[in-house]
């Protein structure tokens, strides 16, 4: 706390800028299978969790394979 003294608000002010930084993230994203998530590396639970979060957001991250009918979710594969 500064207390409205000017000195203490620069100095604090300063610290604060110093401290942030950009960081740029590229995420790999796609439609998977449940089979896919699996061929992954992914985790029973891991692959639940994403089913669930996916299901609850509705359309845009769970469908049917206009193919063969298999179900898919759209998930984020790698974070760079």
Do not use: P
């Not at 796609?30 to 994403?50: P, R, T």
């Amino acid at each position: 706390h500064c207390n409205f003294q000017k000195e203490v608000f620069l100095n604090k002010l300063l610290i604060t800028v110093k401290k942030k930084q950009k960081i740029e993230l590229t995420k790999e994203q796609g439609w998977h299978s449940e089979q896919e998530l699996v061929e992954l590396g992914w985790s029973k639970n891991k692959i639940e969790g994403a089913k669930a979060k996916c299901k609850a957001l509705g359309e845009s991250h769970a469908r049917r394979n206009e193919y063969d009918g298999e179900e898919e979710f759209w998930v984020t594969t790698k974070e760079m």
